[in-house]
């Protein structure tokens, strides 16, 4: 915001780490009274001392009585996180205490801050923009360390400097065009040709395109992938679960029909956090329990991001896995041959879905073939290409969204310039690439997406 | 002495130009007592500068005006001697019309049209003051100290406010060249609390065509079938007489630069901020010194006079040189100037101080309107003038303001700009100032605007049924080419093959068929007798529609939701300083502007998208409140 200076009307405070007990529980104030209310707080006079700096106080309650023995650091605007003075008191990692002070910064005037407030205010105030707040939001929640790196690299500007320069290359493509409407052939402006226009609009496409393939994996990165184990009845689902999951989580027995509902656990996988969840063997059943988990497997596989259909290599398979192949045949799966350490007597050679089908043998038992297994996953979910890991992949369906609108935008004022239509048209679709990507970076940004994006904030971030 | 005039008026106009003639008119056709003051009665309509109206995206204003019951269109379809379609080749929505006027005939017929309207008097006299009561205008005083007094003042003052004259490093007030300055109008605005600016035009010499050796230049002639700007206009009958072009060489340049340094504008004499789009012949030399060369075209100024204007060669150099340059480029080795090139500074009010309907923040019925606001162009004015002289005219009746969308007319996206961005430099109006272009093409303006004409009372009836009659004519012919078949033997199957493209299936729709980029309407129709569209210009109009329909509809889904901020408005009195949370920059500019909707306040360069997220906060805080 042009270093501007925000202003909050009030002062905000809440607890900066989570609840609980812990060694040291910080609590965050920032605001306009955020100075005076600490001084009355630490005892500390922010005016007296360094900024950004630690300093040993006596933390007192609304009575003023001298509760806990902590540390204070002044953040003096615009040099904070908020851009706002922003105050930071280290206690004992007591909830009491932290709930005590806290209630005395409020019965001094500070506000208990309202979900997402600090990162409100610092996105208000010209400290980050859209995709930034949204990364410093998944940095937060990222649940590997991969994930943590990919929201780190957005929350430090990533997709906006993967963007800005296409943006930039689509608003000056935008300029020519403008140039060649608006003055006069006489005036000697050259007007720029449909073979120009095509040739600019495709190298700025493949930039895009290339772009959005990182939302392949930036997505799953971010929002994790879901893998289901479907197949008949006694093929070994559960038993491959446990085996990849490296625990005894799901109960394994020779009855067919031993799982009823599903069951899932967590593994990463080249660093996406993956959902591995086992499925009632699809099957006919007049068992009304046993029904409804068939109906809830196939749930989870029409939602899964990929599917590891297993056969039992032991036998030759029959009319029934065929039936259950045909249902997840259409979608992302992979054709497992499990029971490798029999004797085998079915290859998988009449299962291939969408042409041929490479199949893994696999023993559920002595863990032969997982691993090779477990790569072939990681490459089935995170292809290779997209973003290079230095840039920040795209990770939310908004990102891909505004991207794919400027490729189509492109794309049409390709077609329509080579099929002879006048610059305007092709212009109109130039001009709708250019805001297309200024959404994505919050330039123009609809009051539902930020409203969307605040919510999933938590107290204290 | 004072003398009160006995007769109150519903509106007062200031300025006899082309914003002022609009405006007078356009409230006097709506019913209005209305007064016209301007310094020179026989300077009514003048055309300052080009002796032409129209040209890239102003014929799309001239078309608008006329859409809504404006004289310019019809004034040029009367005097015009010479009509082009420009940007032909560049596709139907940048399609602009442009004609050269008959410059005295064209003041005439202006005049005429003023005198021709009872209720509306016309009085030469100079306005000095605008008398202001309780915060509101209650009329004017002129320099003979007469106080007219009026419900409503419209200010059309043009360049002449403290206008300056420069030729070389002399210079002197005026209004124009030949004009008296209005040297107190504006110090009486700005003891009011307006910001007064300093901005600065200039134009050429005007030469002598008996001097002139045409047979050194390139004839150009008009259109053959030239296309009147007026909806209610169907052929331009007049004779049509051709210009001529020419080109500088190297010797004018060099004579240019030889007398750089007695030019007002690189000696610094000259403060206001020039046009940058309308440069004269010394800012392109400088400028652009690789260009071997500059195009130069002969206008002829009328038919009754010898007078012609060399359209390129705007200059203010000094005199000498000015002789000196003519006489390098070709045909103009003798060339007598009649009078000489010029540039004029002059003061002009900020726009941001006015609401969209052109009445200012500052003080309750007033307008301004025109080159006072910081635009430049006949058509530009002209377009302000009507839009004030309707509102000026509603405030006296006590009706709501009339406000154009920026996805409805052009004139919606100039006084949009002007409100919201204020002028840095003299306004021109470009296509590519709007961004729904497609939906705003010359030949759909009656579309667009006729309904609005009508009901302000603008439009005479006659008009309206006219309109209404091609309305329905192109729904129904839009219905014929979706239901009309191609037969397995029609002829345009065997048109449309050879025009290219693939084989035409039978049984398709003609509009189908007019879809392919190869097929025209009038291949449709002269294959197919019973096609025809009966009310001229439909049929185009349908082909358009049907060819682009994509194009139109994404532009007009886009438009639809934009429309949405427009419609969240602030009360007049928002408290934009106490807004919580808006950094200092942003407020400034918010209270600088004071923006009607969150629809403007988003397009102030500046206002972040954060800040209209507090604003949109706060409008509803307000509104809980109130509640
Ligand atoms: C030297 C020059 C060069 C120009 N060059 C260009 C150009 O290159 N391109 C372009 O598009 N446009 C150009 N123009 C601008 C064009 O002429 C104007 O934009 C247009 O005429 C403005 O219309 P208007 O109605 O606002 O004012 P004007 O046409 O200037 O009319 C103003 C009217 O107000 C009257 N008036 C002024 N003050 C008072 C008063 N106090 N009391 C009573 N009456 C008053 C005057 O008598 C006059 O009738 C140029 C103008 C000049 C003078
Ligand atoms: N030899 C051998 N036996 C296996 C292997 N995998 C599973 N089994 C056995 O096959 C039987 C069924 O295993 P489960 O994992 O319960 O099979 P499931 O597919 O989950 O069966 P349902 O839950 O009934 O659908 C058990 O007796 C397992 O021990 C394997 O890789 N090798
Ligand atoms: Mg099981």
Redesign the interface.
């Given at each position: 915001?042009?270093g501007?200076?925000?202003?909050?009307?009030s002062t905000i405070v809440a607890p900066a780490t989570p609840p609980g007990a812990g060694a040291v529980s910080i609590l965050r104030l920032s605001g306009p009274d955020a100075f005076p209310l600490a001084r009355r707080l630490t005892g500390v006079d922010p005016a007296a001392h360094p900024p950004r700096t630690l300093s040993r106080c006596g933390i007192r309650n609304a009575s003023g009585a001298e509760i806990d023995s902590g540390l204070a650091v002044f953040f003096p605007e615009p040099h904070s996180f908020t851009g706002e003075d922003v105050v930071e008191i280290h206690l004992h990692g007591n909830p009491i205490l932290v709930e005590e002070v806290a209630a005395a910064a409020c019965a001094l005037g500070a506000v208990p801050a309202a979900p997402g407030e600090f990162s409100r205010?610092a996105?208000?105030?010209?400290k980050m923009d859209?995709t930034q707040a949204e990364g410093l939001c998944d940095l937060i929640a990222a649940r590997t360390a991969a994930s943590a790196r990919a929201a780190l690299r957005q929350l430090n500007g990533g997709i906006r400097a993967a963007i800005s320069p296409l943006r930039e290359r689509i608003r000056n493509l935008l300029v020519l065009l403008?140039a060649?409407?608006?003055?006069?052939e006489?005036?000697?402006i050259a007007?720029i040709s449909a073979v120009e226009l095509i040739e600019r609009v495709s190298e700025i496409n493949g930039s895009l395109s290339r772009f959005l393939e990182s939302y392949e994996r930036g997505h799953l990165l971010r929002d994790g992938a879901t893998v289901a184990i479907a197949g008949v009845a006694n093929v070994g689902k559960s038993r491959l679960l446990n085996r990849l999951l490296g625990e005894e989580r799901a109960i394994v027995t020779e009855t067919p029909g031993t799982t009823r509902d599903y069951l899932s656990g967590e593994l990463v996988l080249s660093g996406i956090p993956v959902r591995l969840v086992d499925t009632a063997g699809l099957r006919e059943t007049e068992d009304p329990v046993e029904r409804e988990g068939v109906a809830r497997s196939r749930r989870i596989v029409a939602e899964a991001d990929l599917t590891l259909f297993l056969l039992d290599g032991s036998r030759a398979a029959h009319d029934g896995d065929r039936r259950a192949y045909d249902e997840i045949a259409s979608r992302p799966h992979l054709l497992l041959l499990n029971k490798c350490d029999l004797p085998p007597s079915e290859n998988g050679g009449d299962f291939h879905g969408e042409g041929k089908r490479k199949t893994f043998p696999v023993s559920a038992k002595t863990g032969e073939g997982t691993d090779a297994l477990l790569r072939e996953m990681a490459r089935e979910l995170a292809p290779e290409g997209g973003a290079t890991l230095s840039e920040a992949p795209m990770t939310r369906l908004r990102h891909a969204a505004a991207v794919r609108r400027a490729v189509e935008a492109l794309s049409r004022a390709s077609r329509s310039a080579g099929?002879?239509?006048?610059?305007?048209?092709p212009?109109?679709d130039v001009?709708?690439a250019a805001d297309a990507l200024s959404e994505l970076t919050?330039?123009?940004?609809p009051?539902e997406v930020?409203d969307a994006i605040f919510s999933s904030f938590c107290i204290g971030k | 002495m004072t003398y009160e005039y006995p007769t109150e008026y519903d509106v007062i106009v200031v300025g006899g130009g082309h914003a002022g003639c609009e405006a007078a008119l356009a409230a006097a056709r709506m019913g209005c007592r209305t007064l016209l003051l301007t310094i020179n009665a026989d300077a009514i309509g003048l055309m300052s500068c080009n002796p032409a109206i129209g040209g890239l995206a102003k014929g799309h204003l001239v078309r608008e005006i006329d859409a809504l019951g404006g004289e310019m269109a019809k004034a040029i379809d009367a005097t015009g001697i010479q009509f082009r379609q420009l940007n032909t080749s560049k596709g139907p929505a940048v399609r602009s019309s442009r004609a050269q006027a008959d410059k005295q005939r064209y003041r005439l017929w202006m005049k005429q049209a003023l005198e021709s309207v009872y209720g509306l008097d016309v009085k030469q006299a100079m306005a000095d003051a605008v008398l202001v009561e309780g915060g509101k205008a209650v009329g004017v005083e002129t320099n003979l100290k007469v106080r007219y007094r009026g419900k409503t003042v419209v200010l059309c003052t043009g360049t002449f406010l403290k206008g300056l004259v420069h030729i070389g490093l002399v210079n002197f007030p005026a209004g124009r060249a030949g004009d008296f300055p209005s040297m107190k109008l504006s110090d009486s605005l700005r003891t009011l609390g307006f910001t007064v600016g300093r901005l600065k035009t200039g134009t050429t010499p005007r030469l002598d065509g008996k001097t002139i050796d045409f047979s050194r230049t390139i004839r150009q002639d008009g259109d053959a079938e030239p296309v009147p700007f007026s909806f209610e206009n169907s052929k331009i009958t007049r004779p049509q007489i051709p210009c001529y072009m020419t080109y500088t060489s190297a010797a004018t340049h060099a004579a240019i630069r030889s007398g750089l340094s007695r030019s007002p504008l690189y000696s610094g004499v000259i403060q206001g901020i020039g046009p940058r789009y309308c440069p004269s012949i010394e800012d392109k030399v400088v400028r652009f010194s690789e260009k071997e060369r500059h195009q130069v075209f002969l206008e002829p100024e009328g038919l009754s006079t010898a007078e012609y204007y060399p359209n390129g060669v705007s200059t203010s150099l000094p005199y000498d040189i000015q002789v000196k340059m003519l006489r390098t480029i070709p045909g103009l080795e003798r060339v007598e100037i009649v009078r000489p090139g010029y540039a004029i500074e002059y003061d002009f009010v900020d726009p941001v101080q006015l609401h969209p309907s052109l009445e200012t923040k500052i003080v309750e019925n007033l307008f301004h309107a025109g080159q006072i606001n910081g635009t430049s162009g006949y058509e530009e004015a002209a377009a302000q003038g009507i839009v004030a002289g309707i509102n000026a005219a509603g405030k006296a009746k006590g009706l709501p303001p009339v406000v154009l969308g920026r996805a409805e007319a052009y004139i919606g996206v100039l006084i949009d700009d002007l409100v919201t961005k204020g002028a840095q430099e003299p306004y021109r109006m470009f296509t590519s100032r709007a961004e729904y272009r497609l939906l705003l093409r010359e030949d759909n303006a009656d579309l667009r605007l006729s309904d609005t004409g009508y009901r302000v009372g603008l439009l005479p009836e006659g008009r309206y049924r006219q309109f209404l009659r091609k309305r329905e004519g192109l729904v129904d012919f839009v219905r014929r080419l979706e239901e009309t078949r191609v037969a397995h033997d029609a002829p345009i199957r065997r048109l449309a093959e050879a025009a290219g493209g693939g084989p035409v299936r039978t049984g398709i729709s003609y509009a189908e068929l007019l879809r392919r980029p190869e097929v025209t309407v009038g291949m449709l129709l002269s294959c197919d007798g019973g096609l025809a569209a009966g009310v001229p210009g439909v049929a185009q109009q349908a082909e358009l529609a049907i060819k682009y329909e994509g194009y139109i509809r994404r532009q007009e889904e886009e438009a639809k939701k934009i429309r949405k901020y427009e419609e969240m408005r602030f009360p007049h009195d928002f408290p934009f300083e106490g807004v919580y949370g808006l950094s200092t920059e942003v407020r400034d500019k918010l209270v600088r502007v004071r923006p009607a909707s969150i629809g403007q306040a988003q397009r102030i360069p500046g206002v972040t998208p954060a800040a209209v997220a507090l604003l949109l906060v706060a409008l509803k805080k307000g509104k809980t409140r109130s509640r």
């Amino acid at each position: 915001m042009e270093g501007g200076r925000f202003r909050g009307e009030s002062t905000i405070v809440a607890p900066a780490t989570p609840p609980g007990a812990g060694a040291v529980s910080i609590l965050r104030l920032s605001g306009p009274d955020a100075f005076p209310l600490a001084r009355r707080l630490t005892g500390v006079d922010p005016a007296a001392h360094p900024p950004r700096t630690l300093s040993r106080c006596g933390i007192r309650n609304a009575s003023g009585a001298e509760i806990d023995s902590g540390l204070a650091v002044f953040f003096p605007e615009p040099h904070s996180f908020t851009g706002e003075d922003v105050v930071e008191i280290h206690l004992h990692g007591n909830p009491i205490l932290v709930e005590e002070v806290a209630a005395a910064a409020c019965a001094l005037g500070a506000v208990p801050a309202a979900p997402g407030e600090f990162s409100r205010r610092a996105f208000f105030n010209g400290k980050m923009d859209l995709t930034q707040a949204e990364g410093l939001c998944d940095l937060i929640a990222a649940r590997t360390a991969a994930s943590a790196r990919a929201a780190l690299r957005q929350l430090n500007g990533g997709i906006r400097a993967a963007i800005s320069p296409l943006r930039e290359r689509i608003r000056n493509l935008l300029v020519l065009l403008e140039a060649s409407i608006d003055f006069p052939e006489e005036e000697g402006i050259a007007p720029i040709s449909a073979v120009e226009l095509i040739e600019r609009v495709s190298e700025i496409n493949g930039s895009l395109s290339r772009f959005l393939e990182s939302y392949e994996r930036g997505h799953l990165l971010r929002d994790g992938a879901t893998v289901a184990i479907a197949g008949v009845a006694n093929v070994g689902k559960s038993r491959l679960l446990n085996r990849l999951l490296g625990e005894e989580r799901a109960i394994v027995t020779e009855t067919p029909g031993t799982t009823r509902d599903y069951l899932s656990g967590e593994l990463v996988l080249s660093g996406i956090p993956v959902r591995l969840v086992d499925t009632a063997g699809l099957r006919e059943t007049e068992d009304p329990v046993e029904r409804e988990g068939v109906a809830r497997s196939r749930r989870i596989v029409a939602e899964a991001d990929l599917t590891l259909f297993l056969l039992d290599g032991s036998r030759a398979a029959h009319d029934g896995d065929r039936r259950a192949y045909d249902e997840i045949a259409s979608r992302p799966h992979l054709l497992l041959l499990n029971k490798c350490d029999l004797p085998p007597s079915e290859n998988g050679g009449d299962f291939h879905g969408e042409g041929k089908r490479k199949t893994f043998p696999v023993s559920a038992k002595t863990g032969e073939g997982t691993d090779a297994l477990l790569r072939e996953m990681a490459r089935e979910l995170a292809p290779e290409g997209g973003a290079t890991l230095s840039e920040a992949p795209m990770t939310r369906l908004r990102h891909a969204a505004a991207v794919r609108r400027a490729v189509e935008a492109l794309s049409r004022a390709s077609r329509s310039a080579g099929e002879g239509m006048s610059l305007e048209f092709p212009a109109a679709d130039v001009r709708e690439a250019a805001d297309a990507l200024s959404e994505l970076t919050g330039e123009i940004a609809p009051e539902e997406v930020l409203d969307a994006i605040f919510s999933s904030f938590c107290i204290g971030k | 002495m004072t003398y009160e005039y006995p007769t109150e008026y519903d509106v007062i106009v200031v300025g006899g130009g082309h914003a002022g003639c609009e405006a007078a008119l356009a409230a006097a056709r709506m019913g209005c007592r209305t007064l016209l003051l301007t310094i020179n009665a026989d300077a009514i309509g003048l055309m300052s500068c080009n002796p032409a109206i129209g040209g890239l995206a102003k014929g799309h204003l001239v078309r608008e005006i006329d859409a809504l019951g404006g004289e310019m269109a019809k004034a040029i379809d009367a005097t015009g001697i010479q009509f082009r379609q420009l940007n032909t080749s560049k596709g139907p929505a940048v399609r602009s019309s442009r004609a050269q006027a008959d410059k005295q005939r064209y003041r005439l017929w202006m005049k005429q049209a003023l005198e021709s309207v009872y209720g509306l008097d016309v009085k030469q006299a100079m306005a000095d003051a605008v008398l202001v009561e309780g915060g509101k205008a209650v009329g004017v005083e002129t320099n003979l100290k007469v106080r007219y007094r009026g419900k409503t003042v419209v200010l059309c003052t043009g360049t002449f406010l403290k206008g300056l004259v420069h030729i070389g490093l002399v210079n002197f007030p005026a209004g124009r060249a030949g004009d008296f300055p209005s040297m107190k109008l504006s110090d009486s605005l700005r003891t009011l609390g307006f910001t007064v600016g300093r901005l600065k035009t200039g134009t050429t010499p005007r030469l002598d065509g008996k001097t002139i050796d045409f047979s050194r230049t390139i004839r150009q002639d008009g259109d053959a079938e030239p296309v009147p700007f007026s909806f209610e206009n169907s052929k331009i009958t007049r004779p049509q007489i051709p210009c001529y072009m020419t080109y500088t060489s190297a010797a004018t340049h060099a004579a240019i630069r030889s007398g750089l340094s007695r030019s007002p504008l690189y000696s610094g004499v000259i403060q206001g901020i020039g046009p940058r789009y309308c440069p004269s012949i010394e800012d392109k030399v400088v400028r652009f010194s690789e260009k071997e060369r500059h195009q130069v075209f002969l206008e002829p100024e009328g038919l009754s006079t010898a007078e012609y204007y060399p359209n390129g060669v705007s200059t203010s150099l000094p005199y000498d040189i000015q002789v000196k340059m003519l006489r390098t480029i070709p045909g103009l080795e003798r060339v007598e100037i009649v009078r000489p090139g010029y540039a004029i500074e002059y003061d002009f009010v900020d726009p941001v101080q006015l609401h969209p309907s052109l009445e200012t923040k500052i003080v309750e019925n007033l307008f301004h309107a025109g080159q006072i606001n910081g635009t430049s162009g006949y058509e530009e004015a002209a377009a302000q003038g009507i839009v004030a002289g309707i509102n000026a005219a509603g405030k006296a009746k006590g009706l709501p303001p009339v406000v154009l969308g920026r996805a409805e007319a052009y004139i919606g996206v100039l006084i949009d700009d002007l409100v919201t961005k204020g002028a840095q430099e003299p306004y021109r109006m470009f296509t590519s100032r709007a961004e729904y272009r497609l939906l705003l093409r010359e030949d759909n303006a009656d579309l667009r605007l006729s309904d609005t004409g009508y009901r302000v009372g603008l439009l005479p009836e006659g008009r309206y049924r006219q309109f209404l009659r091609k309305r329905e004519g192109l729904v129904d012919f839009v219905r014929r080419l979706e239901e009309t078949r191609v037969a397995h033997d029609a002829p345009i199957r065997r048109l449309a093959e050879a025009a290219g493209g693939g084989p035409v299936r039978t049984g398709i729709s003609y509009a189908e068929l007019l879809r392919r980029p190869e097929v025209t309407v009038g291949m449709l129709l002269s294959c197919d007798g019973g096609l025809a569209a009966g009310v001229p210009g439909v049929a185009q109009q349908a082909e358009l529609a049907i060819k682009y329909e994509g194009y139109i509809r994404r532009q007009e889904e886009e438009a639809k939701k934009i429309r949405k901020y427009e419609e969240m408005r602030f009360p007049h009195d928002f408290p934009f300083e106490g807004v919580y949370g808006l950094s200092t920059e942003v407020r400034d500019k918010l209270v600088r502007v004071r923006p009607a909707s969150i629809g403007q306040a988003q397009r102030i360069p500046g206002v972040t998208p954060a800040a209209v997220a507090l604003l949109l906060v706060a409008l509803k805080k307000g509104k809980t409140r109130s509640r």
